[in-house]
């Protein structure tokens, strides 16, 4: 018995054992062997990754049989290795392995500090897919500091570049910010229940509401850090501009993937969908962050900066399935859960994308500037039409797999009794949908200016990955019935 469940517990772990384990790999190598070529150490990172996703289809497949959905539950049920989990670790280290293989750019930029960086990038998607089975109010307060200070570090490793070091320094104190509040309302769980297992966190509103409120508040309010949405969003858009872009939409995508799957399972399996206090304060969330977004991308004149505010945008979107998990009106089980897990995905590959099209704009030596852009299709019509594609996908325009993840994370909000929030999601939408087509609309305008370009700057494997993932955008809609069936798969009543 005792052998049985160790064996268990290792391969329910193995993913992120992998993960750190290759990524100490990449931070030693370059003490030892400070002369090897950057490349090495990608390669390296993408092994661990493509391992890590080996690892986590065979738990699935383990679980096969098994009817809860749950492979292992450790530590007085503070750890839960579930279908959620390894799908979110499998979303995480899809994420990941796209970094890597379009970040050559930036590499070449940073030879000397490449191993650390590969490290970082698998350091949190360890930390994401951690994230994504913690239950227990200490290891989960760790997981996210570890995520976040990981970040802030991938931000200053351009220590020379003065913006760079600026954007490192205002994350590390906005991120010191959110994590006192997640810590201060934790801390507050804790006085009201007794206890660190977020699972008896429902029963105690109900005894001492007031406080347990208030702790509640707290913890939503940081993660909106993580998660890149109003009020702590402010370093979302000053990522791009900050960082290299194919660094950028790492930073962007794996900080919202880490702050939605926290916000999943503090609400849902800390707090359950029958308290109205953590349902209330995401609403509200999810609305304010989706005017927000709005609002400022209607006024944006950086390319970069509306990218930033378009994924901030998807993110609230993301907190409609958050709300919708469990029974709807229509009383099919997880209906919200598919649309966030699906959304997640599709959303996630969507923002890598936009900026790794960016990445190559910017290799091309193109100003940042959305007039920049204009008559872009006559000096560089790949570019243009990819471009395009990314920002058609991000804002869900039909018939690309954003349209149908949106449809479908609207539709579970509105079955969940939320419509006005559906209302909201699809009037902000809209909003930011005007500046894109105006965008896309001005790079297909005759400027009479046609020098034209090269994509050449950026490596061919950049190239051939980020077509790749514009090709994807397209049979993200003809795939859509397995890629729900599999979403579907990592969904279910959170434990």
């Known amino acids: 018995m005792g052998s049985s469940f160790g064996a268990a517990l290792t391969a329910a772990l193995l993913p992120e054992t992998l993960l750190v384990a290759v990524a100490l790999v990449c931070a030693v190598l370059?003490?030892?062997?400070?002369?090897?070529?950057?490349?090495?150490?990608?390669?390296?990172?993408?092994?661990?990754?493509?391992?890590?996703?080996?690892?986590?289809g065979s738990v699935l497949y383990g679980m096969r049989l098994n009817s809860?959905?749950?492979?292992?539950?450790?530590?007085?049920?503070?750890?839960?290795?579930?279908?959620?989990?390894?799908?979110?670790?499998?979303?995480?280290?899809?994420?990941?392995?796209?970094t890597c293989l379009v970040s050559d750019t930036y590499v070449r930029r940073i030879p000397s500090r490449s191993g650390g960086f590969f490290a970082l990038v698998l350091l949190v998607t360890a930390g994401v897919s951690a994230l994504a089975a913690q239950r227990e109010m200490i290891t989960f307060f760790l997981t996210l500091a570890v995520v976040s200070i990981a970040l802030t570090t991938v931000h200053a490793l351009m220590k020379t570049d003065d913006l760079a070091a600026e954007a490192a320094w205002k994350h590390l104190v906005e991120g010191a910010v959110a994590m006192a509040a997640v810590l201060y309302g934790l801390a507050i769980l804790y006085g009201v229940t007794g206890s660190t297992n977020l699972a008896t966190v429902a029963g105690a509103l109900r005894r001492g509401p007031g406080l347990a409120t208030l702790g509640t508040a707290l913890v939503l309010l940081g993660l909106t850090?993580?998660?890149?949405?109003?009020?702590?969003?402010?370093?979302?858009?000053?990522?791009?501009?900050a960082t290299p872009a194919a660094v950028a939409g790492f930073l962007v995508t794996m900080g919202a993937t880490a702050g939605a799957v926290a916000w999943a399972r503090f609400g849902v399996s800390g707090l359950g969908n029958a308290v109205g206090a953590w349902t209330?304060?995401?609403?509200?969330?999810?609305?304010?962050?989706l005017l927000d977004a709005a609002l400022l991308a209607v006024r944006e004149t950086r390319v970069t900066r509306l990218v930033g505010e378009m994924a901030s945008a998807q993110a609230a979107l993301l907190l409609l399935g958050v709300l919708s998990f469990g029974l709807g009106a229509s009383r099919v089980p997880a209906q919200g859960a598919t649309a966030f897990l699906?959304?997640?995905?599709?959303?996630?590959?969507?923002?890598?994308?936009?900026?790794?099209?960016?990445?190559?704009?910017?290799?091309?030596?193109?100003?940042?500037?959305?007039?920049?852009y204009r008559g872009l299709a006559?000096?560089?019509?790949?570019?243009?039409?990819?471009?395009?594609?990314?920002?058609?996908?991000?804002?869900?325009?039909?018939?690309l797999g954003g349209f149908i993840a949106r449809l479908f994370v609207l539709e579970s909000a509105v079955d969940a009794g939320y419509g006005w929030l559906a209302v909201v999601a699809l009037a902000a939408s809209v909003a930011v949908a005007i500046p894109v087509v105006r965008l896309i609309a001005s790079?297909?305008?005759?400027?009479?200016?046609?020098?034209?370009?090269?994509?050449?700057?950026?490596?061919?494997?950049?190239?051939?990955?980020?077509?790749?993932?514009?090709?994807?955008?397209?049979?993200?809609?003809?795939?859509?019935?397995?890629l729900l069936m599999l979403a579907r798969g990592g969904a279910g009543p959170l434990p």
């Open 280 to 289: 209330g304060l995401t609403a509200v969330v999810a609305a304010a962050g």
């Open 378 to 399: 006559h000096r560089s019509p790949r570019a243009a039409l990819l471009l395009a594609i990314a920002l058609a996908a991000l804002i869900g325009a039909p018939p």
């Open 443 to 482: 790079m297909f305008a005759d400027t009479g200016e046609e020098t034209p370009f090269t994509m050449g700057a950026t490596p061919l494997l950049s190239r051939i990955i980020t077509a790749s993932c514009c090709v994807a955008a397209f049979l993200a809609t003809v795939l859509a019935q397995p």
């Open 30 to 56: 370059p003490v030892v062997r400070p002369r090897e070529r950057p490349d090495l150490y990608r390669w390296i990172a993408v092994i661990g990754l493509l391992g890590a996703i080996a690892a986590s």
């Open 342 to 372: 699906f959304a997640l995905g599709i959303f996630g590959v969507a923002v890598l994308t936009a900026f790794a099209l960016l990445a190559i704009l910017q290799a091309a030596r193109l100003p940042d500037a959305i007039s920049d």
């Open 225 to 241: 850090f993580s998660l890149g949405i109003f009020p702590l969003r402010q370093w979302v858009a000053r990522a791009g501009e």
């Open 68 to 98: 809860s959905g749950i492979a292992i539950v450790v530590w007085n049920g503070g750890l839960v290795v579930d279908h959620f989990s390894i799908y979110v670790t499998i979303a995480a280290c899809t994420f990941a392995l796209i």
